[in-house]
Antibody, heavy 123, light 105 residues
Framework: EVHLVESGGDLVQPGRSLRLSCAASGFTFDDFAMHWVRQAPGKGLEWVSSIGWNGGNTAYADSVKGRFTISRDNAKNSLYLQMSSLRAEDTAFYYC????????????????WGQGTLVTVSS | SYELTQPPSVSVSPGQTASITCSGDKLGDKYVCWYQQKSGQSPVLVINQDTKRPSGIPERFSGSNSGNTATLTISGTQAMDEADYYCQAWDRVVVFGGGTKLTVL
């Protein structure tokens, strides 16, 4: 059974940094692209970033480009999101999600999601 | 940037058919996925690549996509189907629709 567990969410001040992690199990991690999706409390889903199976290709939403960095360690079955220059509007639950395929180009669907980790940016 | 538009809310009586639309420019030329998110839970993929149902998704869920509109159809809607539904497409990056709250009453 696929299992995705996010961690690292916290209350941080504007302008500070935070690193989220996602521990994956139950599937061959390096066969699949992975994604981060966020959801502000009471709001809709917003795609944040994607990374291909080998980490060679990445993509970012305009709202986080230049501030967030996605990475993965296939040896540790882990996905990461390094967030810097955090803003109040980055406050949200952050979900990691597994792709059906290995590439970030095109769309096959996100077939497994974690339970989310809450990031709150406030002074 | 590419945008997907969904109605904020749809209501349906139990046992009836619910249709949730998702509109975007030439959406029919792209693959669309649909996600169900129940209150307090993580999203679940219910339709991928326009019409495919992942394993474990009931047959009452179906999808179509043509022209500028994709549609998620739930036949014989049950109370358990009450949730928020999001469409998703890819236009050089991943895009989500704003979500539709389905009320079964």
């Amino acid at each position: 059974e696929v299992h995705l567990v996010e961690s690292g969410g916290d209350l941080v001040q504007p302008g500070r940094s935070l690193r989220l992690s996602c521990a994956a199990s139950g599937f061959t991690f390096d066969d699949f692209a992975m994604h981060w999706v966020r959801q502000a409390p009471g709001k809709g889903l917003e795609w944040v970033s994607s990374i291909g199976w080998n980490g060679g290709n990445t993509a970012y939403a305009d709202s986080v480009k230049g501030r967030f960095t996605i990475s993965r360690d296939n040896a540790k079955n882990s996905l990461y999101l390094q967030m810097s220059s955090l803003r109040a509007e980055d406050t949200a639950f952050y979900y990691c999600a597994k792709d059906i395929g290995s590439l970030i180009e095109g769309l096959r669907g996100f077939d497994s999601w974690g339970q989310g980790t809450l990031v709150t940016v406030s002074s | 940037s590419y945008e997907l538009t969904q109605p904020p809310s749809v209501s349906v009586s139990p046992g009836q058919t619910a249709s949730i639309t998702c509109s975007g420019d030439k959406l029919g030329d792209k693959y669309v996925c649909w996600y169900q998110q129940k209150s307090g839970q993580s999203p679940v993929l219910v339709i991928n690549q326009d019409t495919k149902r992942p394993s474990g998704i009931p047959e009452r869920f179906s999808g179509s996509n043509s022209g500028n509109t994709a549609t998620l159809t739930i036949s014989g809607t049950q109370a358990m189907d009450e949730a928020d539904y999001y469409c998703q497409a890819w236009d050089r990056v991943v895009v989500f629709g704003g979500g539709t709250k389905l009320t079964v009453l």
